[in-house]
T-cell receptor, first 113, second 113 residues
Framework: DAMVIQNPRYQVTQFGKPVTLSCSQT?????MYWYQQKSSQAPKLLFH???????NEADTPDNFQSRRPNTSFCFLDIRSPGLGDAAMYLC????????????FGPGTRLTVL | GDSVTQMEGPVTLSEEAFLTINCTYT??????LFWYVQYPGEGLQLLLK?????DKGSNKGFEATYRKETTSFHLEKGSVQVSDSAVYFC????????????FGKGTKLSVKP
């Protein structure tokens, strides 16, 4: 089945220790999104790629970076995680443009000790 | 700017009760409209969508109609089940974007047997 896969599902890191979350898709979609979702809140868009074009949200901290080496994979790098970065991180994909829905992965739960 | 207002929860219903979750939005132009559902510990799943005025999206007994005059997209289900317990997000698409969504705050639904 075509899908969006996130690894790992659970990630524990230490305060200030860089961490990378990964997302892959078999849908061949143009757009890949990264969201941060804190408990009982709506997902917050951090950035997205349309093909190789990177689009950062204005309020995304510099501590968050992303890479998309090819169509299928996208990575979220947190350079120096703080306690406030503990959250669920969701990856999504879409064909882009209007009318097309986003397909979400199961998320990675990040804990910062 | 574009925004969405969603009925806040939590909402607690008995099995077989009628469900309405209100959603209104402000947007420049005519966005596609989506409802997503999130079960505990999981990513978001598309529940239904509507892409133009008067369209009715439906899935799993849930329905929502795109009301351009009132800029609303209320979610309804005639008879809820325990398995419908989840968080529901209304999400208009940002017009002119690469499919970016504007998420409501989410409504947590609990259905009691």
């Amino acid at each position: 089945d075509a899908m969006v896969i996130q690894n790992p599902r659970y990630q524990v890191t230490q305060f200030g220790k860089p961490v990378t979350l990964s997302c892959s898709q078999t849908l061949n979609h143009n757009v890949m999104y990264w969201y941060q979702q804190k408990s009982s809140q709506a997902p917050k868009l951090l950035f997205h790629y349309y093909d190789k074009d990177f689009n950062n949200e204005a309020d995304t901290p510099d501590n968050f970076q992303s890479r998309r080496p090819n169509t299928s994979f996208c990575f979220l790098d947190i350079r120096s995680p703080g306690l406030g970065d503990a959250a669920m991180y969701l990856c999504a994909t879409s064909r882009g443009g209007q009318q097309h829905e986003q397909f979400f992965g199961p998320g990675t739960r990040l804990t910062v000790l | 700017g574009d925004s969405v207002t969603q009925m806040e929860g939590p909402v607690t219903l008995s099995e077989e009760a009628f469900l309405t979750i209100n959603c209104t939005y402000t947007a420049t132009g005519y966005p596609s409209l989506f409802w997503y559902v999130q079960y505990p510990g999981e990513g978001l799943q598309l529940l239904l969508k509507a892409t133009k005025a008067d369209d009715k999206g439906s899935n799993k007994g849930f329905e929502a109609t795109y009301r351009k005059e009132t800029t609303s997209f209320h979610l309804e289900k005639g008879s809820v089940q325990v398995s419908d317990s989840a968080v529901y997000f209304c999400a208009p698409q940002r017009v002119g974007s690469q499919g970016n969504l504007i998420f409501g705050k989410g409504t947590k639904l609990s259905v009691k047997p």
